[in-house]
Structure formats: structure tokens, C-alpha cells
């Protein structure tokens, strides 16, 4: 690829060794082009879609060296500052066919252009602001009218830098006729007598225009690609194009592979080298202004998985070469937690240190009472330094019971919350176990711990494997999912639904995308070299979800930023959250924190560094993906299944991995505060630093080493508010010095940080004294109102004062309650807790319906458990147990443990007819998969269900009996010999079935 880069830009690499010898410039930096891609909303104009343009040519030109940005905002990109980040401006999309330029606008342009930048308008750019000579003029023609049809144009200029050596291409465009032709103009294509493409100067910079382009019949084509490449690299101007080549792209080798291809159903045959970290770099891009930087990388790394620091701000990683199918128990797993030192200050770890080896499979940790807590397999262990020598000699097992048949449905996302609790999350291998005398069981969700694993919680069912969690400084806590659900929040605690004798839901999506295949949230990456196994272009492995925690980057990143991995597209990308009623709404940027156009890229953690840069732990594997295993029908080759329900393969790579940190160009690090548990002042100053990571461990340094005697001072930065006040307020609740006033200076506080922290530590009852004052309610907030009624519904049942409120609230805000369902959750939970006093307050007031109804008809009874199905058919334990596993292994990542599936995305199989009728269906449907379009308990859904064409006919039998008798279902079992009769019959059937031809 490279080789052909050059070789047809011999023509623009002559032209700059030509300048760099008659000015003798100073050796260029290298450095990859900076390209802003100025769009518009498709709304202007639906058959020009400026976005689905910017992800095509973002992912084909990444390996070229061109960095893409997208922004649709003039008011944002016609700033000479913004332009001024970007050696071109490509701009496509709909503004004022007949209407000016906003005359600040256009100075911006023709300034920037004048100065040395370059403009690309593509396509209908010509046809924007048709009432600025001006920019009529930059452009060098104005869009008069056109039709339609299949054309190719003529190269009438080929000795020009930019087609020299290009073929062209016939496509069916829109056939453009321009007026107002500048006189100043190279043409180098002609439709017909047409002018087509040209180029031309202004001041110190150059316009190249191309009326191509009018939807992807264009844009998808190589030989489009080739020609905006030509056209940057000579708008640009020879000295920026000098930096690129100076940076010295690397050369792309190929080598021969066995890889499933999902997407096409064919095996991949060859496949990228990896390459080593300085080359693999030049492939990445951070936003303009931002600098990526290497902190580590293999041999010293291997696999890193996760970092965390301690309170002295150095880095742990976490490598696992066991994942995923060499799990082992006790000490003889081959993973590691290396301490990575960078002593010199340069940015480069130099010294590693093997703090803890004889690990399998970890997947996150997190610092707490003078050690370190980790997952390790079906474990959670601390590990602790006694001696300070920087490897862990204390070694013990908090509690176990993760399951660990499906090793990336396990533990991981440890954080030390504000509270004091670690919280975490579990896939769908779930967890069954012992923890503070307490028997627990739970898949897939959100949980949380004691630090000294006395206590356990489940908090809440996620809707599938759940690889995301994270918090801000005002402790919004959120997460991601796999299969097309980038963003989660969470209502309320699963033991707050199960006291009020509801139903808990499981965690609301917050991303703005339906999810499934239909309408996933599409991530922008810049390459092309992607492979997935479904919701192909989107954020099907979705993994981290941590927010932008300090004040090293600008204003607009900050507490309101959530990162999220995408290691199938190489990327992480950036999330905007803010309240939407009492959940989140989390909005997609076009733009990533950092993508790579090398294949082999794959970031799976994101974290805010004690220094404020963004860390990145780069598993760079040619593999991430883990399941479902491929076979000739799914993806053209056929594989074994591994231990850890891994598919089996040579190339899952055990030699690379990489650390990388992203910052603003220029910036310093966070100064490190000099926490020292000795010494309590280091500690109190601690908690007013602008970066959470180091409130927090001050915070918790605090309670683990101080204690009852930290009291006074806390109580003291509680006072003085700002950012150590929440803190303060949690600190006190923990070592058990928190008194009422506390609490009530908390919940008057503005500050939203501090009166959720108020909330979280108070009474039921300071709860319900606080929510009204002088006949007003003063916490109305939707999500800390939500909280608060949550918190209210703790009170001992029947409180006349909480009746009261409630009934109030609901009558005064109906509207508003009912149509949020976090809201109305809250309110139903405190209402069932409280239903006589709402019975009685009800009925002094005259109020009912709705919700009231609900809780009226429940006053004075007690909550019920399910009434038991009376089942027809009998399970056999036997085929169950069997069967359960195999559900677990194949089946749950989609259908879920419920077996609810996902909306929009995979069916539910509980209460479904397909799988509870007549058993040839469902057994062919795993014999062979199935193809959408289906429609399943009234969802329509247009996805592909692989089939399982490896699993034993006896095997067939099991899971299906399984799913056809659990949950609701009541069928009769699957016999094997009627599997084997329907392998047999279909055999040779390459494709999966489609609903017609299973009669549905």
C-alpha cells in the first residue's frame, strides 16, 4: 500500500525535494495530516449524508496518514483558532444554497486559506452560500443544476501532480452543470464539455474541487478514495506533505491467516503483521491539539488489560496471557500485576516490578486497606506488600463463587466508589457464592463490596455481558454492555424493588440508538481492517466506561466525558452525558479520544491518570473477539471451542501489548500531591485536588489510617465546601462520625456533588424532613428526587408524613413522574412501602387513578412471591443441569438469563411460540441459525442467530429441553433421535433459515 502511495505521488515528492533545495528549509517534524471535515445535518439535504461520507473516508485514508475530524457546527469550525489546528478543510453538505456566508465565517475561510491552508469543497459544497461572491470565488464555480446517471469523466490534465497516473473511475452521479466559472482555474476532469474537477490558489493556500460525489455509489469506491488522497496531499501545499513523508508510514505486511469472516461468511486468508510500537503510533490519531505518548510496552508488557495507581500515583497493569482459554486455579496461572515505574520523569516506564504473579485470568483491581484488590478466575483476592519491596507477600481469598465457564463473562470494573463500597460488575457467567454468611446468586449486572469482603450487594441486572463501569465526581454511576449498548445508567437497588414487591428492571440503555442491528450506535474508526461477529460497525464489544475526571484538558471534556472502548474498531470513542430527567442521555462524538488505522490495535481500558492524561491499555491483538465459535456456515472455517469458551486459535497473540497516555499538546501533569499515610495534613489537602483520583485516595487513606480522629478537620472542609466537601461528608458517614447537622448542611447545599452525597448518607427520616420546608419541596431534581424517595421507602411501612408527601408530589407532578421511568420507579417503590398511609392520605384528599390506583389496591396486603407454574411436563434434573450449562455457553450472551432477550436486537425466548411449539423449529434453527427478519413476541427483528452445527445431537436435545421447560415455558422435551432425523434429512444446508421456510 505504501509502496503504491509513493509511487503515485512521485510527482508531488519531486516537486518538494525541489523547494526543500532552493529554500534549504530546516529538517519538516514529521507528522500525519490534519483533515477537518466540515459536514452538515442530513435533515438539509436527505439524499447528502455528510457523516456516513466522513466514517467512509476516515477508515479508507487512516492507513495514508490523514487524520479526519467531523463537525457540522459553522459557529465551531469558521474560528481562525479551530482552522488553525488543520493543514485542509473538507467541506460536504447543504448550508444557504442562495443565502450569504456569515461574513465572520468567510473572513475565517479566505484567511485561512490565504495563510497556507488547504479547502477541499466536495460535491454540493458548491452549491452553498451562493450569495457570497467571495466564496464563489474560493470555491472557482457555483452549482447551477443537474440530472442523473452513469458517466465516467475525462482526465483532461494528466500531467498535474494530482493525476498523474490515475485512472478514474464510471459511477452514477448526479450530473452537475456550474455558472459563475473563475478565470483563475486548473481543470482536470471533464463530463463531456463540462468542467468537473479543478484546482486552484489563493494567497499561500490551494482549493481543489470535484463535483463527484453524490452518494455512496461514489464514496464506496477505491478509486474515489485514491483521488481525495491526491487532492489533500497537494492541498496541503509541499511542506506540510514533506512532514508527512518524513514521518515515514510504515510498510503494511500481509501474511497468510485462518480468521472466521462473519460478516461475509468467508474465511479471511490474510491478514496485517503487527508492527512494532514507534510504527504502530504513526497509525494512530488523537484529536488536534493532543499528543499521544508510549508509557510502556511489550516485552515489558504483556496483554495489559487494566492499570490502576496507588496513592503514590504509580501505575499497576494487569497482563493476562492465560485469557482466554488457559484458566487455572490456586497459584499456578502464568498471569502477572507488574508495577510500572517511571523514574526518570520522561513519560516511559523504566523500571518493572512483578508485584504479583501465580494469577489467572484477572481482569481489574483496585487499592484499598494498605493492599490491593484483584479478580483472579472465580476470585476476589488482596494482595498486599508487608515488607516494601514492591511484591505482594500476603495473599488472601475475600470471597469466590464467579463462574468462570465463559472467561469474558466474569468479574471486573472494580472501583473504590466516594461511599466506600467497591463497585463492580459481572457478565453472564454470573456468580454463585457465600459472602458474609449470606448465600447470593446473580448474573450479568452491577454490584458492590466491602473492602474487608464482609458484604455483598447485587445492585442491578444489566441487559447483557458487561464489560463498563464508571463515575464522576459527583458519583453518576454508569456503564456499557456488550452487543450494541455503549451506555448504561442504573435506576435503583434490586433490594429496594424486592422490599416494595416489584419487579426490578434491568439497567435502561442511556446511548441515543435503538441498539441491535437495525439501528446500532455506529462508531467512526479509521480503518478499514475490521472484524466482527455481529452489529457489525458499532460497539458490539463495548468495554470501559470512565469519565474525564480533572482539569489537565479543556473545560468541555471535563465530568461530563465518557470514554468507551471499541477494540473491534480500534478506537475509544467519547460519549457526552448529561441528565435527562432523572436518567442520562449519552451522546456519541463523531470524533474519537484515539483511533488507529493499524488492525491490530485494540484498546479495552480507558482511565484518568493521577497525572490527567488519558491512559490507554492497547491489548493489540490481531484477535479480541472470543465467541461464538465459527463454523464453514457462520464464517468459513470451521474451530474448537476452548475451556474457557473461547473459540481455539494459533493467533490469539501472547508477545504485544502497549500503555499509551493522551494530553494536550504542551500541557503539564497533574502535580502529585505527596499523599503520605503518615502524615494527616497531606491527606486533608489531598481531598481538595482537581483531580478525582486523588480525592479519592485521600479520602479513602483517610478512613483506612486515620479514623474517629480525622473527625474535626473533615467536618471543618465540610464547612468550607467546594471540591472536598462531598468527600469530608462521606469520610465522617464512614468512620462513624457523621452527625445530623452534617447531613442537613449537605441537603441546603447547591452544590450537586455535596447534596447527593447528602443523600447518600442520610436517614430515612432527615430524607423526609428535608424534602419539604415552609410547605415547598426543596429537593426537585429528578435524579436526586429519585433517590431521595428510594431512600424514603426505608422508613418503617405506613409513616402518615411520607403518605402524605407522596400523594402530594404525585398530585402536583404527575405528568413529569409518569413519563420518567427512574421517577416513577422511585415513586412506586416508596408509595408500596408506604401504601396505607397513601391509602389514607388518598383518601383525605380525594385523589386517585393511575399509579394511586395501583398502591390503593395494595394498602394493608403483603407482597406475594409468584405463583408457581403448574407444569404438564416434568423436567428431568438430569437433562437440565446438562442442558443449563449449554444455554450458559451458547445461548445467554443473546437470550439473556432470563431468557428475555434484548429489544431490537435478540429475541426472547421465554414465552416464545417458536421455541415452545413444535420441536423440528427450534431444533433446526440451532442445527443450521436463523436469518431475519422474524418477528418474535411482536418484536420485529432482522438479525442472524448462528447455528451450532458442532454440538452433539444429545447435546441439541438438552439445551432445548432446557429452554422449552424453564422460565414460563412448558413443553414437552427434545427426544435425539429426532435431532439426528433432522440433521440427517438437511444435511448439506450451507445457509441458515429464514422465516418462510420454517412456516412462520
Not at 479547502?119 to 457570497?132: D, K, N, R, T, V
Not at 472557482?140 to 493525476?163: A, D, Y
Not at 504542551?666 to 489537602?685: E, M, R
Request: charged share 20%.
Amino acid at each position: 500500500m505504501n509502496l503504491l502511495r509513493y509511487a503515485i505521488l512521485l510527482p508531488l515528492a519531486a516537486l518538494g525535494l525541489v523547494l526543500a533545495q532552493s529554500l534549504n528549509p530546516p529538517k519538516p517534524e514529521p507528522k500525519r495530516l490534519d483533515v477537518l471535515f466540515f459536514g452538515a445535518p442530513t435533515a438539509a439535504h436527505p439524499g447528502h449524508d455528510p457523516v456516513t461520507r466522513y466514517r467512509v473516508i476516515k477508515r479508507h485514508l487512516g492507513t495514508e496518514g490523514i487524520d479526519f475530524t467531523y463537525s457540522e457546527d459553522p459557529a465551531e469550525v469558521f474560528r481562525p483558532e479551530m482552522l488553525a489546528k488543520y493543514d485542509a478543510l473538507l467541506m460536504y453538505g447543504n448550508w444557504e444554497q442562495n443565502g450569504p456566508m456569515p461574513p465572520d465565517h468567510l473572513k475565517a475561510l479566505i484567511g485561512y486559506v490565504e495563510n497556507g491552508g488547504g479547502f477541499l469543497p466536495i460535491h454540493c459544497a458548491s452549491a452553498c452560500y451562493g450569495g457570497s461572491p467571495e466564496f464563489i470565488k474560493l470555491v472557482g464555480g457555483r452549482f447551477q443544476s443537474h440530472g442523473t446517471g452513469v458517466f465516467e469523466v475525462k482526465n483532461v490534465n494528466p500531467r498535474h501532480p494530482i493525476m498523474q497516473g490515475y485512472r478514474g473511475f464510471e459511477a452514477w452521479d448526479e450530473t452537475y452543470v456550474h455558472d459563475n466559472h473563475g478565470d483563475d482555474r486548473v481543470i482536470l476532469e471533464k463530463r463531456d464539455k463540462e468542467p468537473w474537477t479543478w484546482v486552484r490558489e489563493q494567497g499561500g493556500g490551494r482549493v481543489f474541487y470535484t463535483a463527484a460525489g453524490h452518494d455512496h455509489r461514489v464514496w464506496d469506491k477505491p478509486e474515489f478514495h485514491d483521488l481525495i488522497k491526491r487532492a489533500i496531499f497537494w492541498s496541503v501545499g509541499p511542506e506540510k506533505y514533506r512532514r508527512l513523508l518524513a514521518l515515514k508510514l510504515p510498510r503494511l505486511e500481509q501474511e497468510r491467516v485462518k480468521l472466521p469472516g462473519y460478516r461475509e461468511r468467508e474465511m479471511i486468508t490474510r491478514a496485517q503483521r503487527p508492527l512494532p510500537p514507534a510504527e504502530s503510533m504513526k497509525l494512530a490519531q488523537v484529536p488536534a491539539g493532543f499528543e499521544l505518548s508510549l508509557f510502556a510496552s511489550e516485552p515489558d508488557i504483556l496483554n495489559p488489560i487494566h492499570v490502576a495507581w496507588d496513592h503514590r500515583g504509580r501505575a499497576f497493569v494487569i497482563q493476562t496471557t492465560d485469557y482466554p482459554n488457559n484458566l487455572h486455579e490456586g497459584k499456578l496461572g502464568n498471569d502477572k500485576i507488574i508495577l510500572c515505574e517511571d523514574r526518570n520523569g520522561d513519560g516511559r516506564a523504566d523500571r518493572f516490578t512483578t508485584f504479583a504473579d501465580g494469577l489467572s485470568i484477572p481482569t481489574s483491581m483496585v487499592f484499598a486497606n494498605g493492599g490491593l484488590i484483584c479478580t483472579n478466575g472465580s476470585e476476589m483476592l488482596f494482595l498486599k506488600d508487608t515488607n516494601g519491596d514492591d511484591r505482594a507477600d500476603e495473599r488472601r481469598v475475600l470471597f469466590s463463587g464467579f463462574h468462570m465457564s465463559d472467561t469474558h463473562a466474569g468479574p471486573s470494573n472494580l472501583r473504590w466508589g466516594i461511599d466506600g463500597w467497591i463497585y463492580a460488575t459481572v457478565g453472564y457467567s454470573g456468580f454463585t457464592g457465600v459472602v458474609g454468611g449470606e448465600e447470593l446468586k446473580f448474573r450479568q449486572g452491577v454490584f458492590r463490596f466491602l473492602p474487608d469482603g464482609s458484604k455483598l450487594e447485587f445492585l442491578q441486572n444489566t441487559t447483557n455481558n458487561t464489560w463498563g463501569l464508571g463515575f464522576n465526581s459527583a458519583f453518576d454511576l454508569m456503564g456499557s454492555t456488550a452487543n450494541a449498548n455503549p451506555s448504561f445508567f442504573l435506576t435503583h437497588p434490586m433490594a429496594d424493588y424486592n422490599a416494595a414487591g416489584l419487579e426490578a428492571p434491568r439497567t435502561p440503555r442511556a446511548d441515543e440508538f435503538a441498539g441491535g442491528p437495525n439501528n446500532p450506535a455506529l462508531f467512526n474508526p479509521s480503518s478499514a481492517d475490521i472484524r466482527q461477529v455481529d452489529v457489525f460497525d458499532s460497539y458490539t464489544s463495548a468495554a470501559g466506561h470512565s469519565f474525564y475526571t480533572s482539569t489537565r484538558f479543556p473545560e468541555s471534556w471535563r465530568e461530563r466525558t465518557a470514554f468507551i472502548n471499541g477494540p473491534t474498531g480500534k478506537l475509544v470513542g467519547v460519549f457526552d452525558v448529561h441528565a435527562e430527567g432523572a436518567g442520562f442521555k449519552s451522546v456519541q462524538r463523531r470524533n474519537n479520544i484515539y483511533n488507529s488505522a493499524d488492525a491490530w490495535s485494540a484498546p479495552v481500558c480507558t482511565e484518568t491518570g493521577p497525572d490527567g492524561a488519558l491512559w490507554i491499555c492497547d491489548w493489540y491483538n490481531i484477535i479480541v473477539q472470543h465467541n461464538p465459535t465459527p463454523n464453514r456456515q457462520t464464517a468459513g472455517m470451521d474451530a474448537t471451542t476452548g475451556k474457557g469458551n473461547a473459540y481455539e486459535t494459533p493467533l490469539r497473540d501472547k508477545r504485544h501489548g502497549r500503555i499509551y497516555r493522551v494530553y494536550p499538546e504542551g500541557s503539564a501533569d497533574d502535580p502529585n500531591p505527596g499523599l503520605d499515610p503518615t502524615a494527616p495534613a497531606s491527606l486533608a489537602a489531598g481531598l481538595s485536588h482537581p483531580n478525582l483520583f486523588w480525592r479519592l485516595q485521600a479520602q479513602r487513606l483517610i478512613v483506612e489510617t486515620i479514623g474517629k480522629p480525622a473527625g474535626p478537620k473533615l467536618r471543618e472542609l465540610l464547612a468550607a465546601g467546594g471540591l472536598a466537601a462531598p468527600h469530608a461528608l462521606h469520610a465522617l458517614h464512614i468512620i462513624g462520625e457523621l452527625a445530623p447537622a452534617d447531613v442537613a448542611l449537605a441537603l441546603a447545599s447547591p452544590d450537586r456533588a455535596l447534596l447527593r452525597a447528602g443523600i447518600h448518607t442520610a436517614t430515612p427520616e432527615q430524607i423526609l424532613h428535608a424534602l419539604v420546608v415552609d410547605g415547598s419541596i426543596t429537593i426537585n431534581r429528578p435524579r436526586e428526587l429519585a433517590e431521595s424517595l428510594v431512600l424514603l421507602s426505608r422508613m418503617p411501612g405506613g409513616d402518615p408524613d411520607a403518605g402524605r408527601f407522596l400523594v402530594r408530589l404525585l398530585r402536583e407532578h404527575a405528568s413529569s413522574i409518569e413519563g420518567d421511568v427512574t421517577l416513577a420507579d422511585a415513586w412506586r417503590i416508596a408509595a408500596h412501602r408506604h401504601a396505607a398511609g397513601v391509602a389514607a392520605a388518598a383518601k383525605e384528599t380525594g385523589a386517585g387513578g393511575g399509579m394511586l390506583a395501583e398502591v390503593i389496591a395494595r394498602a394493608g396486603s403483603v407482597p406475594s412471591a409468584a405463583p408457581a407454574i403448574d407444569r404438564k411436563h416434568e423436567p428431568d434434573p438430569a437433562v437440565h443441569r446438562r442442558g443449563e450449562a449449554l444455554y450458559g455457553l451458547h445461548c445467554i450472551a443473546c437470550h439473556g438469563p432470563e431468557g428475555k432477550g434484548l429489544a431490537g436486537a435478540f429475541p426472547p425466548l421465554d414465552g416464545s411460540d417458536w421455541v415452545t411449539g413444535e420441536s423440528d423449529v427450534p431444533i433446526r434453527i440451532v442445527l443450521h441459525g436463523l436469518q431475519g427478519p422474524v418477528k418474535v413476541a411482536g418484536q420485529e427483528i432482522n438479525g442472524l442467530m448462528p447455528g451450532l452445527p458442532t454440538l452433539e445431537d444429545q447435546q441439541v436435545a438438552d439445551v432445548l429441553s432446557y429452554v422449552r421447560q424453564t422460565w414460563s415455558n412448558d413443553a414437552p422435551a427434545v427426544d435425539p433421535r429426532e435431532v439426528a432425523e433432522l440433521r440427517k434429512k438437511f444435511t448439506g444446508r450451507a445457509t441458515p433459515w429464514t422465516a418462510a421456510e420454517l412456516g412462520r
